[in-house]
């Protein structure tokens, strides 16, 4: 019996097609690493902001210092003493948020200066400080820890830390410092990984690997484990003084960060919070300098 059609043994008629899903599968795989990379790289690479004003703009009297990091960077840093004769052993230090500097606290200084010494200074890669880079958390330790040995080369040695967002976020993890008594975040994210998936929201289910590329990014180039390394982390484990400030309608760090560091600080007797009904990311409520003022005289004198 013969057939009417011969038949190539071994061809595959649909090999062709299959060979373009593979080639456009690995391009999208591919440009979209590169796409997470190159995100990355913006994040970690933020625009310099310089305002300009300076702690004489509020009649205040300080000092232009430097700060040397134990990696090796100079920071710029306003030391504004208290305007008395006696030696004070308590001080504050204000760390600016992401991607501001440090003159960006001083109308808060200038408050707070009536009761202590004051330290401002620019995080690595913010301002007029030294730095490529910023890590959002794991290098800007150093960076608070030379700002900690500045004020203690001045003899003070109870020391209360308030920041602004990222600056929060650095003094809560810092926070196990025997330097540091007590820790004010305002407006903090709770850990790296939800703020990247409310960053990357509405590309819906494309968030996911970003975010863990996010972290492998950051595993790679900083050693950096986002999850262990994180202010909710930490704050689980402190039974320090530690103030929690949060706007309900914060568009850029949600509310969600402040109900995680809430539930990471229920068995903390020495936490307290304030959660604003409203208000934008960085719009302190009416009454935030006496909030601020008076949790650190509670737990400084």
């Known amino acids: 019996m013969t057939l009417s059609k011969s038949v190539v043994l071994g061809s595959n008629p649909s090999t062709p097609a299959m060979n373009k899903v593979l080639l456009y599968t690995s391009i999208f795989i591919v440009g979209f690493i590169g796409v997470s ?21 509020l009649g205040l009297k300080y000092e232009d210092i430097e700060l040397k990091t134990e990696d090796g960077l100079a920071l710029s840093a306003w030391f504004i003493p208290i305007p008395n004769h006696k030696l004070p052993t308590s001080a504050l230090i204000l760390i600016h948020g ?52 500045f004020l203690e080369s001045r003899g003070y040695d109870k020391i209360g830390v308030f920041g602004f967002s990222l600056g929060g ?69 402190t039974r320090k003084p530690i103030f929690i400030i949060h706007n309900k309608e914060d ?16 068995n903390n007797p020495k936490a307290q919070f304030y959660f604003e009904e409203g208000g934008a990311h960085g719009l302190f409520p009416d009454n935030f300098d006496e909030l601020i003022l008076e949790f650190f005289i509670k737990n400084l004198d």
């Open 37 to 57: 990379l190159w995100a990355f790289w913006l994040i970690t690479h933020p625009p310099k902001i310089i305002i300009g004003t300076t702690p004489k703009t």
């Open 98 to 149: 992401y991607p501001a500097e440090k003159a960006n606290l001083l109308p808060l200084a200038k408050v707070l200066s009536i009761k202590y010494s004051i330290l401002l200074f620019d995080m690595r890669s913010f301002g007029k400080s030294e730095g490529g880079y910023t890590t959002l958390g794991k290098y800007e330790l150093l960076d608070l820890e030379a700002a900690l040995d």
């Open 169 to 237: 976020a650095v003094g809560i993890i810092k926070s196990d410092d025997p330097r540091i008594y007590a820790v004010a975040s305002y407006a903090g994210f709770s850990n790296l990984r939800l703020l990247g998936h409310e960053a990357y929201k509405n590309l819906w289910v494309l968030k996911y690997p970003l975010v863990e590329l996010l972290a492998f990014w950051n595993k790679i180039f900083f050693d950096y484990d986002i999850d262990v390394l994180s202010p909710q982390n930490v704050a689980a484990k």
């Open 251 to 266: 568009e850029q760090i949600s509310f969600a960060h402040a109900e995680g560091l809430k539930e990471a600080l229920k």
